[in-house]
């Protein structure tokens, strides 16, 4: 069970200002149904540029509709510069602490509020968009967004940005990425690599070759194929020549030969020697378990 | 304010009778069972009753029985002991919506060069057999598919399936775990070579379990130490667990036919009411093939965790398969492999009862059910008022 404070729980069980504001200034909207959570923020302005009101409609957690009952309660009477300032931490100290899994629903309310800002900024016809390269596909998180997180809340592990903005939270295939981005950031201050990434080797005996390509397969290309209902099995290894066969899905599929090269072969050259080459085994790819769905 | 239990598939209440039987094993009774002392000596004829009350409840002979530390133990003991002890075979079949301590097993099975083949499930949360034994090759060297899902409560036809596997000459295990002391099972007119029950599940205490293992089958030892167990099994046994399961398990067989008419009489009325007072919301999984204690409903438009909170307020015990309860983001494997839309599943209560539910408690959780899918779905962004 989660330990939530008290604060969290009277704003769970008597959220504030629940419902759409008529004719708002901004409408921010950010999150969907197939995410788990979703919120809907509208707020009016007064003459001065103040905000006099401020609604919400959420769906999710106990935490996100007390995140964003809190949010509406802590803008309320603030100018746009002042409110464009309200950072995710600040959403979270309000409610006296979050626990960490659910950061992320202080991230969502962040997100509707500069999402209604933008809006009303331009008009009220900017909707909310994505900025950046979609890295966390499962979740739809950009490397902006990442980085922003990263930057704003010091986090140093991929299982951090993973509650913060659930990237890397679904298939993980992204979270290689993920830490990418943590060390450009945060560069020096790492000590350990927090998902067990093989490191590149020198030389290499036959056995530390085949354990690092299974290592490879297990860790960096199982994860993501996974996510699309297929899966890899190494077959052998005869010197640079790597033979693995498809499963599931991926036996059927006829990106296949992309995955092979763009997948497969990058990520065992990546972490394990250059000269690698991948081959399909055709003669397992027959058997009649590969060829179901 | 009282509690009201409805998460019996998460684990159950120790019954009196157990406890008692167990009470006095922790100060006055606590010698070791393999001590030459009479003091110590005295509790092997303890364990060797509950050997054959649990013997009793699955229709085997008490030599088949090992006891473990639970669920867990004996699924990883029956999978990795039966694959040690068939070195030439690489193959392991199970299913989609295993319980983690199988499908985990499996999957890190995998990173050690095994194939895994994991059967999907239809909407209902079905297995096509067909497709089972399409996949049973040479190579197989087991198949592991539960006895009743721990989230829908859906039975699978084990018995079918044990048979057809035997057929091929391939290890069965089921993990029993949910459907022991629910469902009737008689082991010795059944096919299944491995079976994993829990005690916690059944009214015994946490920490004690049982891997069946029908005689004549070869798996090497998970544990290594004493010869405790007849050296299948290496560790000072749990006495006071074991005989504590003993107790339930003969309990159970004395149940289980209450179990199947009151429990599932309160069920159904449970969950009729509930479909019916609650608009845009849906049963999961297999109607007809299914634990007479479990019911797994949607409601669309919110989310699981809060509708437990919700409940929890009025001391309600219930589970979910939303993401935000486990701490995962994704929502129940279970459910998404019956191809449930995500937007349900998140929205997924799990209510599971045991025989010590009352009428008045499902009443109670009937007329508050409504309540709180309305509150929360005023809240909704996806609800128009």
Known sequence: MWEYTDKL?????NPRNVGEIEDPD?????????CGDALKLTFKLDANGRITDAKFKTFGCASAIATSSVLTEMIKGLTLDEATKVTNKDIAEYLGGLPEQKMHCSVMGREALEAAIENYKSGGKKKHELEGNVICTCFGVTDKEIERVIRENNLTMVEEVTNYCKAGGGCGGCQGEIEKIIEKIQGDIITESPVSTPLRAGKLTNIQKIQLIQQTINEQIRPALRAHGGNIELIDVEGNKVVVAFRGMCAQCRLADFTMKDVVEAKLREFVSEQLFVEEDKESAQQPHNHRE | MRTIYFDNNATTKVAEQVFEEMEPLFCELYGNPSSMHTFGGQMGRRIRQAREQVAGLLGCEPSEIIFTSGGTESDNAAIKGTLAALPHKRKIITTRVEHPAVLTVCRELENHGYTVVELPVGKQGRLDLAELEEQIDDDTALVTIMYANNETGVVFPIEKIADLVADRGVIFHTDAVQAIGKIPLDLSKSNIDLLSLSGHKLHAPKGVGVLYVRKGTRISPFMFGGHQEAGRRAGTENVPGI?????????????????????????????????????????????????PNTTNISFEYIEGEAILLMLDKYGICASSGSACTSGSLEPSHVLRAMGIPFTAAHGSIRFSLSRYNTEEEVDYTIEKMPGIVNQLRELSPFVAT
């Open chain 1, 9 to 13: 729980k009277d704003h769970f069980f």
């Open chain 1, 26 to 34: 901004g409408v921010g909207e950010v999150g969907s149904l197939a």
């Open chain 2, 243 to 291: 005989v504590g399961l003993g107790k339930a398990c003969e309990l159970a067989a004395k149940n289980i036919e209450q179990e199947n008419n009151k429990v599932k009489k309160l069920r159904d009325k449970l969950e009729k009411a509930i479909l019916e007072n609650c608009p845009d919301s849906r049963l999961n999984g297999d109607k007809e093939n299914r634990l």
